[in-house]
């Protein structure tokens, strides 16, 4: 996907202003940047969610994973993935769930689940829902470190069992540099900065990634 000067505006405040990007197929690119940058409103302009000016060549269908779960109330953990696949795939619901930790929990309804559970669930069901490009806004903010881990790990696997595109929005350097190919630093709604990484995700993530310090300096605007 291809962004040319795309520009964004809420009233009188430019989200994106002028933005040229190339998302690149087939990789993880990270979006980062202070709030306000603009790396909400991107992911919405990828997913055809809101007008722009400018142009987006080569749009695909997304699957959008929001911050927070957003699942159904009165749905249990499977009938929340259910809503998203024809009844002839319903039988991959129990795998999905099971490998975001959640065996036995198919018939839970989201009021007895914590937090970091609903945001499990949340995840089975992004993957799960037929797409080309993956769009997940802050994935991972809620959850301890555990299962951050696991999680980041987990969708390191996912990638590379179908080499999709995926765009996650992040706050959190960390993640950044050991979930992604290719990092882009948001400020005031253009490109601060564009960092890449050698190999394939996951990175360790107990180790300091070589590319941390460089996403700091460009969240911080300092170019020493």
Known sequence: MKLTNVTKRYGERLALENLSL???????????????????????????????????????ACSYLFQDAKLLPNLTAEGNLKLVLPKSAWGKIGEALARVGLAGREKSLPGSLSGGEKQRVAIA??????????????????????????????TASLWRERKETVVFVTHDVHEAAILSHRAVVLRAGRIAGEFSSE??????FFAAHPLEPHLVRALMNEDR
């Open 125 to 154: 069901r992004a993957f799960l829902y037929p797409h080309d490009v993956l769009l997940m806004d802050e994935p991972f903010s809620s959850l301890d470190l555990s299962l951050k881990r696991s999680l980041i790990e987990l």
């Open 22 to 60: 190339e998302i690149e197929e087939g990789k993880i690119t990270a979006v980062l940047g202070e709030s306000g940058a603009g790396k909400t409103t991107l992911l919405n302009v990828l997913a055809g969610l809101t007008p722009y000016e400018g142009s987006v060549e080569g749009e695909r």
């Open 199 to 204: 190999g394939d995700p996951p990175r360790d």
